[in-house]
């Protein structure tokens, strides 16, 4: 399974950007899908995660409510729509997909995306 994640740029605090992570075969349907990121300097954290189904979703606490993760298994993309973006939330963003259930630890997926920047100014 290929991911390609697109959608990061340049945003001001405030504002909104989607981003999308789209999969090279319809098997990557049968995988949660998460979303990490990476600011420099920094680890990898885990942003949010959505089951194979769609019907779960498990977001990090630091978010408060401003990000929503979503997928169309149809068009094998799923989605992280950001709000209220801050310049903390600057840093490389990866799609990944391969547990059996959605995890936190960046070491339980299988498979990556190339990342795509996602820069808040102030």
């Known amino acids: 399974v290929q991911l390609q994640a697109s959608g990061g740029g340049l945003v001001q605090t405030g504002g909104s950007l989607r981003l999308s992570c789209a999969a090279s075969?319809?098997?990557?349907?049968?995988?949660?899908v998460a979303w990490f990121r990476q600011a420099p300097g920094k680890e990898r954290d885990f942003v949010a995660g959505?089951?194979?189904?769609?019907?779960?979703?498990q977001y990090a606490g630091f978010l408060e409510g401003r990000f929503a993760i979503s997928r169309n298994n149809a068009k094998n993309t799923v989605y992280l729509q950001m709000n209220s973006l801050k310049p903390e939330d600057t840093a490389v963003y990866y799609c990944?997909?391969?547990?059996?259930?959605?995890?936190?630890?960046?070491?339980?997926?299988?498979?990556w995306g190339q990342g795509t920047l996602v820069t808040v100014s102030s």
């Open positions: 990944a997909a391969g547990p059996r259930s959605i995890a936190t630890i960046a070491g339980e997926y299988r498979y």
């Open positions: 075969e319809r098997a990557s349907s049968s995988y949660p």
């Open positions: 959505i089951s194979a189904s769609g019907g779960t979703a």
